[in-house]
């Protein structure tokens, strides 16, 4: 019998976050899960199937930010295997299709194709043989909206340190990720991303991007 629930472990935060981000919160670039045995497999053999589902998830990076997972930046709301109706191989073991809800940063943003197809192919690598995952969704939720308060302080700081992208808190100014600053002005509402906008460092004088 194939586990199937609420995300367990480093994905756990994901689902459905809508305050800040926990400091305590483990950095999911690279996910640290729990392992309990999920059987009824082809060969035989106990795998956690579902939590390694999601580790597969959790280890896509977002295109925009490179070594940024996507589990990191608040896109992913839900992880979960349902049973695909009467389907069961040779050996009768019950087979799943997974289900992945992502949320975008913004509605038009054009990697989400990208993202999409990079986490059905992740998704399906956990099953190579294909014997178990018979069928992979990857669903747009349309009816949920990103924030930067979806953010673990981990991707926050990479692009902040990594990139010189700042990131807006919910009711309030970003800093400067160059010199620190809290006087930056806004510029212009979209910089070279659509989930961006340029504002103005007064006192290190350059142009900053901020995900809003």
Same mark, same amino acid.
């Given at each position: 019998?194939?586990?199937?629930?609420?995300?367990?472990?480093?994905?756990?935060?994901?689902?459905?976050?809508?305050?800040?981000?926990?400091?305590?919160?483990?950095? %999911?670039?690279?996910?640290?899960?729990?392992?309990?045995? &999920?059987?009824?497999?082809?060969?035989?053999?106990?795998?956690? /199937?579902?939590?390694? &589902?999601?580790?597969?998830?959790?280890? =896509? *990076?977002?295109?925009?930010?490179?070594? =940024?997972?996507?589990?990191?930046?608040?896109?992913?709301?839900? =992880?979960?295997? &349902?049973?695909?109706?009467?389907?069961?191989?040779?050996?009768?073991?019950?087979? @799943?299709?997974?289900? =992945?809800?992502?949320?975008?940063?913004?509605?038009?943003?054009?990697?989400?194709?990208?993202?999409?197809?990079?986490?059905?192919?992740?998704?399906?690598?956990?099953?190579?043989?294909?014997?178990?995952?018979?069928?992979?969704?990857?669903?747009?939720? *349309?009816?949920?909206?990103?924030?930067?308060?979806?953010?673990?302080?981990?991707?926050?700081?990479?692009?902040?340190?990594? %990139?010189?992208?700042?990131?807006?808190?919910?009711?309030?100014?970003?800093?400067?990720? @160059?010199?620190?600053?809290?006087? /930056?002005?806004?510029?212009?509402?979209?910089?070279?991303?659509?989930?961006?906008?340029?504002?103005?460092?007064?006192?290190?004088?350059?142009?900053?991007?901020?995900?809003?």
């Amino acid at each position: 019998m194939i586990a199937v629930g609420r995300p367990s472990g480093a994905l756990a935060g994901c689902r459905g976050a809508t305050g800040e981000p926990d400091p305590s919160e483990p950095d %999911l670039r690279e996910p640290d899960l729990p392992e309990p045995a &999920v059987e009824g497999t082809p060969d035989g053999a106990d795998v956690p /199937l579902i939590d390694r &589902v999601r580790a597969a998830v959790g280890r =896509v *990076t977002d295109p925009e930010y490179p070594g =940024v997972s996507i589990v990191a930046m608040g896109m992913v709301e839900d =992880v979960r295997a &349902v049973p695909a109706p009467d389907a069961r191989d040779r050996a009768d073991h019950a087979m @799943v299709r997974v289900v =992945v809800d992502l949320v975008p940063t913004v509605l038009s943003c054009p990697a989400f194709s990208f993202i999409r197809d990079d986490v059905a192919a992740a998704v399906r690598a956990v099953d190579a043989t294909g014997r178990v995952i018979v069928d992979v969704e990857v669903r747009l939720r *349309t009816d949920i909206e990103w924030s930067t308060a979806r953010m673990t302080p981990a991707a926050a700081a990479a692009l902040a340190d990594g %990139l010189a992208i700042a990131v807006r808190p919910p009711g309030r100014s970003p800093g400067c990720p @160059v010199c620190g600053s809290d006087d /930056l002005v806004e510029r212009a509402a979209f910089g070279s991303a659509r989930c961006r906008a340029t504002w103005w460092c007064p006192d290190c004088r350059n142009p900053i991007e901020v995900v809003r």
